[in-house]
């Protein structure tokens, strides 16, 4: 196993903008965008840093709100959670219910900003979205592997696709982590077996339809947005599995990936499977 390489957060930015109150309470500027991924049972939100980069000195953190909604937005809103980075992701959510969200900046002092723009996100069974984090981040749910033949019958069982595992294992197929120096996100094999290959920029993972027959290798690819990667995992001398994801989004903490896996021992042809599960961390 390739032993990850350890990341520090890199943050950089502009120091100005700030606002100062009369009463010496620094407020920063609201974000001034709200984005989301949709997935099954959650919601990743990412926003602009601009709150960060007009005062990195007196930045604390963002805090993350929701209401319900029902055409527009509730007015009642409890706090999700905090971060450090311009992105969250909310877990143990209903699918098929409507949430709305805003973020607030919070200075070293305590003062909040005003909301940055309102965003409403329905999450939906949705076998593709898939969160893995960094492995400086979170190891236990830094890892990826496409099938785990968990009752050893041979058999492929949708429980036992597309699976979020441990980084610090060997069977994985590959691990997630960030660059130390531009805090960028890295694909890394991990199992002897398993080699991989850049495929290119893809509107869909249903793009990448037909493994290549060569071209594979051992080496870390970074993680970029709406580029395929595709993989060759050898088991033994003579059972081959092709699989293939699509990276729909790319953070500082965690990225989100289609996949899909060919169950068919050296069939290259590649489908989003039926009957695949999607397993997330919260």
């Excluded at 809103?77 to 980075?85: I, K």
């Amino acid at each position: 196993m390739r032993v990850p390489f350890p990341a520090i957060l890199v943050a950089a930015g502009l120091v100005a903008g700030a606002c100062k109150s009369t009463t010496n309470v620094t407020v920063l500027p609201a974000p001034s965008s709200l984005e989301s991924v949709t997935m099954n049972e959650a919601v990743v939100l990412y926003w602009a840093d601009n709150a960060f980069a007009s005062d990195a000195a007196d930045f604390s953190i963002y805090r993350v709100y929701s209401a319900s909604y029902n055409g527009a937005c509730g007015t009642r809103w409890s706090l999700e959670g905090t971060t450090v980075a311009p992105e969250f992701l909310v877990g143990a959510l209903t699918n098929g219910v409507t949430v709305c969200y805003h973020v607030t900046a919070l200075s070293k002092d305590g003062g909040e900003s005003d909301w940055s723009p309102e965003r409403q996100d329905t999450p939906r069974p949705d076998a593709r979205n898939v969160a893995v984090y960094a492995y400086t981040v979170n190891p236990g749910a830094s890892g990826f592997r496409f099938w785990d033949d968990l009752n050893t019958d041979g058999i492929v069982q949708p429980s036992e696709l597309g699976l979020v595992q441990s980084g610090t294992l060997n069977s994985i197929d590959f691990v997630v982590d960030r660059s130390t120096v531009d805090s960028s996100l890295w694909i890394i094999p991990v199992y002897s077996g398993t080699t991989m290959q850049q495929y290119g920029y893809v509107e869909d993972l249903t793009s990448i339809d037909f493994a290549p027959a060569s071209g594979y290798a051992g080496d870390s690819l970074k993680a970029q947005p709406g580029y395929g990667y595709v993989f060759k995992m050898v088991e033994g001398s003579l059972v081959v599995h092709y699989g293939a994801v699509r990276v729909t989004h790319v953070g500082r903490q965690f990225l989100v990936l289609d996949w899909s896996l060919q169950t068919d021992p050296g069939n290259r042809e590649l489908a989003p499977p039926r009957a695949m599960v999607t397993t997330s961390s919260r």
